[in-house]
């Protein structure tokens, strides 16, 4: 249950860290107004919901393979350890569209 309950937190802190990067590159919401919030809001979910749901694929996977590990320890602690480290090397990866604009940014 330990090895469940890590693999969750993994998998959440990974779409939040990645929401905070993407609002990061979008910057502050155009005017202090509800509805310049509200497109900001639209803004963010319309560029972050591939990285939820890669998170959630992330969860989803490494759940079902601690359901395989069954009750053997030491698997479903490397299953854990192998997510958790593929989930901060995915994290620390720049997304395509940013590396491709700062490409063209610098010629």
């Not at 937190?9 to 509200?38: C, E, F, N, Q, S």
């Not at 639209?42 to 969860?59: E, G, H």
Request: charged content about 15%.
């Amino acid at each position: 249950m330990r090895e469940h309950r890590r693999l969750f937190w993994v998998a959440a802190w990974l779409a939040i860290v990645m929401l905070a990067i993407k609002a990061y590159y979008l910057g502050a919401p155009a005017a202090p107004t509800p509805r310049a919030a509200w497109d900001y809001v639209r803004d963010l979910a319309a560029v972050s919901f591939v990285d939820a749901l890669f998170a959630a694929v992330l969860w989803v996977c490494g759940t079902a393979a601690l359901q395989l590990a069954g009750r053997r320890r030491r698997l479903a602690r490397a299953i854990t350890v192998v997510a958790t480290a593929f989930g901060a090397f995915c994290a620390s990866m720049p997304s395509p569209a940013s590396s491709s604009s700062a490409s063209s940014a610098a010629s």
